[in-house]
Each structure stands twice: as structure tokens, then as C-alpha cells.
């Protein structure tokens, strides 16, 4: 099974900053012959169900503001707020999709400092 | 509107049964997987089962495999779990969720998550 590790479990940051959440995976869920990074990013609020943000690793859903974005490949990816906003509060989750047994990592804790 | 309403959450003793389901509205319901995954109070998410589009493929999660059984009807739009032999482990919030896939020999991405019905499991 491929197990999916977030770091940091949580972080504070103020308003109008950078947060970076980093996403690794146990093993690679890159497939060769489409190139493509199969692990997607959500947002949870709380009282609310959870929100794809990225898939691919980098394409934004639609209607997903332009500060979130992803990056990565292979086993190591990060999502990026660029300049975080206080409805950004939330616990972040990746998930890879390479396997059947999709899983999703601990999920990270973004607060405002 | 696209949405999913799930139903069926409650209070159950260890060892009984209970059945969720999820009314989709707004896509074509056929034409996609469905899953169910849970959230534990205070734990991460875990992906519970899947169900085709046909029906013809289902898959479990280790920690549910042989208790729970997943089904839908396509001209209800709907989505059922059935879970039996309960365990206080299994108390969490339930979300029906539509999958969606480009290859298949892999996974699915969850694009759209229904508000969950939360099942408790206690004596």
C-alpha cells in the first residue's frame, strides 16, 4: 500500500503570507507513459464536507483561486498558499489515486498566527 | 444543483446494523464510480469502498472488508452502505463522494462530497 506522510501537522501563519504544506509518498505515483503525478489536493473546513482543490498534482479545480497551486513529482509534493487569507483556515490533505487503494495523508492544520 | 444527501446515521449498539444511503442530483449519476469515506472524531480521512458505475466492481477497505456492503441503484440515483456486525471503531462521519478516473488501472480523485451522516457506535 502506498502511505502518504504530510509535514507539518500544523502551522500558523499571518495574514497575506506564504504557507507551504509538503506531501510524501511511499513510493512513486508518477505513471511513465501519461506523465502524470496521480495525487490531488482537498480542503476541509470544519462543519463542512471536504473540497478537491488540485489534481495532477497541479491543475487547479475550477473555481479554485489562483493562490493555491501544486508542485511536485515522483514522491515529494507541496501546496502553496501564496498569500493566505482567513477563509483559507483549514485541515489540507493530499491523496494519491496511482493505486486503487486510493489513501490520503494525516492532513496539515493551517491557522492565522 | 449538483449535489449529494446522505441518510441513514444514528445511534447504534456494537453488533448491529445499520444502512446509509446518498441521493445524487444535478450529474449523471451512471456514468461515475461512487465511494464512501469516513472521518473517525479527530482522525484522518479514510477511504471505505467504491462501487462502479455498472456495479460490476466493488472493493473495501481492510478495516470494513466482509462487514459493510456497498451498492447503488442507477434509476434511483442512489447510493447505499450496508454495515453490519458494528464496532465502536466504525463510529465516524460517513461521505458519499463521486470519484472520477482517467485510466483504469488506477484510482480515483474525489470531486464532489456529500455533508456526511454521522454514525455512532456505542453501549
Known amino acids: 500500500d502506498i502511505v502518504m506522510t504530510q509535514s507539518p501537522d500544523s502551522l500558523a501563519v499571518s495574514l497575506g503570507e506564504r504557507a507551504t504544506i509538503n506531501c510524501k509518498s511511499s513510493?512513486?505515483?508518477?505513471?511513465?507513459?501519461?506523465?502524470?503525478?496521480?495525487l490531488a489536493w482537498y480542503q476541509h473546513k470544519v462543519g463542512q464536507p471536504p473540497k478537491l482543490l488540485i489534481y495532477?498534482?497541479?491543475t487547479r479545480e475550477s473555481g479554485v483561486p489562483d493562490r493555491f497551486s501544486g508542485s511536485g513529482s515522483g514522491t515529494d509534493f507541496t501546496l502553496t498558499i501564496s498569500s493566505l487569507q482567513a477563509e483559507d483556515v483549514a485541515v489540507y490533505y493530499c491523496q494519491q489515486y496511482y493505486s486503487t487503494l486510493q489513501a490520503f495523508g494525516q492532513g496539515t492544520k493551517v491557522e492565522i498566527k | 444543483e449538483v449535489q449529494l444527501v446522505e441518510s441513514g446515521g444514528g445511534l447504534v449498539q456494537p453488533g448491529r446494523s445499520l444502512r446509509l444511503s446518498c441521493v445524487a442530483s444535478g450529474f449523471t449519476f451512471d456514468d461515475y464510480a461512487m465511494h464512501w469515506v469516513r472521518q473517525s472524531p479527530g482522525k484522518d480521512l479514510e477511504w471505505v469502498s467504491r462501487?462502479?458505475?455498472?456495479?460490476?466492481?466493488?472493493a473495501y477497505a481492510d478495516s470494513v472488508r466482509g462487514r459493510f456492503t456497498i451498492s447503488r441503484d442507477n434509476s434511483k440515483n442512489s447510493l447505499y452502505l450496508q454495515m453490519n456486525s458494528l464496532r465502536v471503531e466504525d463510529t465516524a462521519l460517513y461521505y458519499c463522494?463521486?470519484?472520477?478516473?482517467?485510466?483504469?488501472?488506477?484510482?480515483?480523485?474525489?470531486?464532489?462530497w456529500g455533508r456526511g451522516t454521522l454514525v455512532t457506535v456505542s453501549s
Open positions: 513510493q512513486s505515483v508518477l505513471y511513465s507513459s501519461d506523465n502524470k503525478n496521480y
Open positions: 495532477w498534482a497541479s
Open positions: 463522494v463521486k470519484g472520477v478516473r482517467i485510466q483504469l488501472w488506477s484510482g480515483w480523485y474525489f470531486d464532489l
Open positions: 462501487i462502479t458505475w455498472d456495479s460490476g466492481s466493488v
